[in-house]
């Protein structure tokens, strides 16, 4: 029998310098975060079908335990995180971090991952707008801890988007519509729904698609609507974008919605140059606790994804200088001296192999930049491309 050696759609391998960086990178956020006085929390992979209740609008992948229960693979953080607190008597406010795989069954060829590595913070039982700030600004800083420069956070707020679904008393299908319009940004889609829902909100929906770029932008939205909710929703963008106070990447979307659907107030995205999806997304959750049976504590969230953030880097940051790798070989009866070398010489490694050729063919392999045989009397310097061994 032979095996399939195919990978299930929307996963992937990693292999040597992107695997070490994708394992760099996560421990580097979560000392970011610890450093930012957050916990570390960890839960399971398989969790029951209950727990994601609240996200049903997401693929998942559900299969059966042995006991015939339902199970999933986690699509998120957040909700696990939520039944932590519902389940073992932590009392909030918290203040939480966390990185571990997700897994969403996408359209197969939507181009989607299916497997990510997402890192975040979960902040719990803290109502004040400082909260939301508390996520950009650690997300700006463990950014460019990271090196990365061109990035840009959109700020929206989910109440504006519940604001119109309400005042249009809209069902299910035709928010789907608007929704997806919305989504797209979609200047055709947005003006057929118009079209076919006439309301005194027609002015502030048709503009909504445009209405996303500098913080200018807020009092453009304000100037179309007397909705309090929206004027509401308005005020809070705008103290969240001067208090953070990084222009250079922060804008808005007064038409921003998030993919999950359990968001309440400011809603945030992170997008990059080079990037065709977005890598951070977060936002306010007032009422997903409740859901769990406890006290409906106020929350807000954060999560990067670091698969893309590894990507982004090696196709946008410089090539930085690195220090040359050196492969040494050695005899059995050298051994020690083999490892005293090793400990003096930066970014080096030992040679398994008992013949000098061999070690010479794979450092030129593998690009190393120096071989030194310590395997006779001395030691001996080799350049790999240059020196050919009869």
């Given at each position: 029998m032979k095996w399939n050696r195919n990978l299930p759609i929307g996963t992937r391998d990693k292999l040597f310098k992107e695997a070490a960086s994708a394992y760099d990178m996560e421990h580097q956020v979560n000392r970011s975060f610890h450093e930012r006085g957050y916990q570390r929390i960890e839960t399971p992979v398989i969790e029951f079908d209950d727990v994601f209740s609240a996200i049903d609008d997401m693929n998942l992948y559900r299969f059966f335990d042995t006991k015939g229960r339902l199970t999933v693979l986690r699509p998120d953080m957040t909700s696990p995180i939520g039944r932590v607190i519902s389940t073992t008597g932590v009392t909030p406010p918290l203040k939480l971090c966390y990185s571990g795989k997700v897994f969403r069954a996408n359209e197969e060829l939507a181009g989607e991952r299916n497997e990510m590595t997402q890192a975040g913070i979960e902040i719990i039982g803290f109502a004040s707008i400082k909260a939301e700030i508390e996520c950009i600004t650690s997300a700006i800083a463990v950014l460019r801890e990271l090196g990365m420069t061109d990035f840009q956070i959109e700020i929206g707020h989910a109440a504006i988007y519940q604001a119109v679904i309400q005042s249009l008393a809209l069902q299910a299908n035709d928010e789907e519509i608007f929704r997806q319009a919305l989504q797209n940004k979609s200047l055709f889609g947005i003006r057929s729904f118009v079209a076919s829902h006439p309301s005194a909100m027609d002015a502030f929906i048709l503009a909504l698609p445009r209405l996303f770029g500098s913080v200018d932008t807020i009092g453009e939205a304000r100037a179309l609507t007397d909705n309090r909710l929206i004027l509401e929703a308005l005020t809070q963008m705008e103290t969240i974008v001067q208090v953070v106070n990084a222009p250079e990447h922060l804008s808005v979307d007064i038409g921003l919605v998030q993919e999950l659907h359990y968001y309440t107030g400011a809603i945030f995205r992170?997008?990059?140059?080079?990037?065709?999806?977005?890598?951070?997304?977060?936002?306010?959750?007032?009422?997903?606790?409740?859901?769990?049976?406890?006290?409906?504590?106020?929350?807000?969230?954060?999560?990067?994804?670091?698969?893309?953030?590894?990507?982004?880097?090696?196709?946008?940051?410089?090539?930085?200088?690195?220090?040359?790798?050196?492969?040494?070989?050695?005899?059995?009866e050298t051994t020690q001296l083999a490892e005293?070398?090793?400990?003096?010489?930066?970014?080096?490694?030992?040679?398994?192999?008992?013949?000098?050729?061999?070690?010479?063919?794979?450092?030129?392999?593998?690009?190393?930049?120096?071989?030194?045989?310590?395997?006779?009397?001395?030691?001996?310097?080799?350049?790999p491309e240059k020196e050919v061994l009869s």
């Open positions: 992170g997008y990059a140059d080079m990037s065709a999806v977005h890598f951070l997304s977060g936002g306010r959750y007032d009422s997903l606790l409740a859901q769990f049976g406890e006290e409906n504590w106020p929350a807000v969230g954060l999560a990067l994804n670091l698969d893309e953030i590894v990507s982004l880097k090696r196709r946008t940051l410089k090539k930085q200088e690195h220090i040359a790798k050196t492969f040494i070989h050695y005899s059995l005293e070398v090793l400990a003096k010489t930066p970014n080096s490694s030992l040679s398994f192999f008992d013949e000098l050729a061999e070690s010479m063919a794979y450092a030129k392999k593998w690009q190393y930049h120096k071989l030194i045989d310590v395997s006779g009397n001395g030691l001996r310097e080799i350049d």
